[in-house]
């Protein structure tokens, strides 16, 4: 048994999800292994992927590792962050120059500085609801090099306690321990893998763990630093389940 983990935004998601990459996930999942998605989504946002776009997996990991569902969104475990940081990482947040945050956790809340009309779960920075701890804080910026400074001065601030992991201009705040790479540690042990079972691919800055530490693919429009760490490149999941399926 091998287990492909793969990110989605530009990875599996590279140019939509067609019946090519479906049939292709059905083969390798026919042949006695697992598919699954480990992303920077949300589990609330993650867990509905596969029903939109109509293929079927084996495990879901979202906030970067954080969270490891079964397909039907039943959690198996969480990393938590602890709830005394959450006011003051998004204070920092508004501080140096974020207007707007997404908090993940047993609920998902939207905390934003404009005081326009709010959906149920979004709140400004006043009104933030006591929150018993979360597993991720996303945020976005204008541009990559905003993110970058952001992350930075995160990493900083909050050394110790939480990891930011860049995105493009996206960030996602976890704890000090966690990555996509450990997630899926996690996820080895749970289903009683081996190391060399799992298959890693990717095409961004918060891959960087899991592609430098298992057996991994860079997409070809991958980031650069990917690229340089992964041990091979492919156009796309098609092309990498048939190579790995045709491998001795």
């Given at each position: 048994?091998?287990?492909?983990?793969?990110?989605?935004?530009?990875?599996l998601?590279?140019?939509g999800?067609?019946?090519i990459?479906?049939n292709?996930?059905?083969?390798?999942?026919?042949?006695?292994?697992?598919?699954?998605?480990?992303?920077?989504?949300?589990?609330?946002?993650?867990?509905?992927i596969?029903?939109?776009?109509?293929?079927?997996?084996?495990?879901?990991?979202?906030s970067?590792?954080?969270?490891?569902?079964?397909?039907?969104?039943?959690?198996?475990?969480?990393?938590?962050?602890?709830?005394?940081?959450?006011?003051?990482?998004?204070e920092?947040?508004?501080e140096?120059?974020?207007?707007?945050?997404?908090?993940h956790?047993?609920?998902?809340?939207?905390?934003?500085?404009?005081?326009?009309?709010r959906?149920?779960d979004?709140?400004?920075?006043?009104?933030?609801?006591?929150?018993?701890?979360?597993n991720?804080i996303?945020?976005?910026l204008p541009?990559?090099?905003?993110?970058?400074?952001?992350?930075?001065?995160?990493?900083e601030?909050?050394?110790?306690?939480?990891?930011?992991?860049q995105?493009?201009?996206?960030?996602?705040?976890?704890?000090?321990?966690?990555?996509?790479?450990?997630?899926?540690?996690?996820?080895?042990?749970?289903?009683?893998?081996?190391?060399?079972?799992?298959?890693?691919?990717?095409?961004?800055?918060?891959?960087?763990?899991?592609?430098?530490?298992?057996?991994?693919?860079?997409?070809?429009?991958?980031?650069?630093?990917?690229?340089?760490?992964?041990d091979?490149?492919?156009?796309?999941?098609?092309?990498?389940?048939?190579?790995?399926?045709?491998?001795?």
């Amino acid at each position: 048994m091998k287990i492909i983990a793969s990110d989605y935004d530009g990875t599996l998601n590279h140019g939509g999800i067609d019946d090519i990459k479906r049939n292709a996930i059905k083969k390798w999942r026919s042949a006695g292994n697992l598919f699954g998605l480990v992303s920077g989504r949300g589990a609330d946002d993650l867990v509905e992927i596969p029903k939109k776009n109509n293929f079927e997996c084996d495990f879901l990991l979202a906030s970067n590792g954080a969270v490891i569902l079964k397909p039907d969104g039943t959690v198996v475990s969480e990393s938590r962050c602890d709830r005394a940081l959450v006011k003051p990482l998004l204070e920092f947040l508004f501080e140096i120059g974020c207007n707007w945050a997404s908090v993940h956790t047993a609920f998902r809340c939207i905390i934003d500085e404009n005081d326009e009309e709010r959906l149920e779960d979004e709140f400004t920075l006043a009104t933030v609801p006591e929150i018993p701890y979360f597993n991720q804080i996303s945020t976005i910026l204008p541009d990559f090099e905003a993110a970058e400074r952001v992350t930075k001065a995160v990493a900083e601030k909050f050394a110790g306690y939480l990891n930011p992991l860049q995105n493009g201009r996206c960030i996602d705040i976890v704890s000090a321990d966690m990555n996509k790479a450990k997630g899926l540690y996690n996820l080895l042990e749970i289903a009683g893998a081996e190391y060399d079972d799992m298959i890693t691919v990717g095409d961004n800055i918060n891959d960087t763990h899991m592609i430098a530490e298992f057996r991994s693919y860079a997409m070809e429009n991958a980031v650069q630093s990917i690229k340089e760490i992964a041990d091979y490149e492919t156009p796309g999941i098609t092309e990498l389940i048939e190579k790995e399926i045709n491998r001795r």
